[in-house]
């Protein structure tokens, strides 16, 4: 089957949603994390499966909830992160509710980044498409 596990997503403006996922032959995965400072492991993760499977590693995302979402507009912090997910083909997300909880506008996310409106809901829709998962 062709790698379809990509959104399938309304993309407005940097809101994504998911929606519609389907299956894949591929290996795709998803991390839930509430603390930057676990972005450069998880990324490094990420690009490991990718060298261990080439042909069977499909999409790797990541979302950011919670307080942690406060670091996201520090640019300064979050570009290495950025960067390493870049070269490793990372798509990096921002939990909408926790944005709104901790006054966080979306609008001043780095470059890279989108929203979900819902990263625990976005989590079982991605697993529901058969992703790989896990919260940390």
Do not use: W
Request: hydrophobic share 45%.
């Amino acid at each position: 089957m062709v790698l379809t596990v990509m959104l399938f997503s309304i993309v407005t403006g940097n809101r994504v949603f998911a929606q519609d996922l389907m299956t894949s032959d591929k290996n795709n995965y998803f991390v839930l994390t509430r603390n930057t400072e676990q972005l450069s492991p998880i990324i490094l993760a990420a690009k490991e499966l990718a060298l261990q499977n080439p042909e069977k590693y499909g999409s790797f995302h990541v979302v950011i909830c919670g307080k942690a979402v406060t670091d996201l507009v520090n640019k300064e912090k979050m570009k290495p992160f950025l960067e390493l997910a870049k070269q490793t083909n990372v798509k990096m997300f921002a939990c909408g509710f926790s944005l709104k909880k901790f006054k966080v506008d979306e609008q001043k996310l780095p470059q890279g980044f989108g929203v979900v409106e819902n990263g625990i809901l976005y989590g079982f829709e991605l697993q529901k498409s058969g992703f790989y998962s896990i919260s940390l």
